[in-house]
């Protein structure tokens, strides 16, 4: 039932930090263990987090 409260926490943008310190996780680590998201969730999170550099002149590997 934790897991399912992180996973559900972390999808609803609760900050890593906060979900850390109320379950009582001493490591972000342990956190990230338990925290099982979706597939969906995942994929956008990181094309969210990458975007930035392949926006950027010659991120996406092509000539300006």
Known sequence: MA???LSTS???GA???FIQQQV???CDTSTAI???VSSDF???ALRK???PALDAPGGNGKEC
């Open 24 to 26: 009582g996780h001493r």
């Open 34 to 36: 338990c925290t099982h």
């Open 49 to 51: 987090a990458i975007s």
């Open 15 to 17: 900050d890593r930090l």
């Open 42 to 44: 995942m994929n956008t």
């Open 10 to 12: 972390s999808e609803d």
């Open 3 to 5: 897991g399912t409260l």
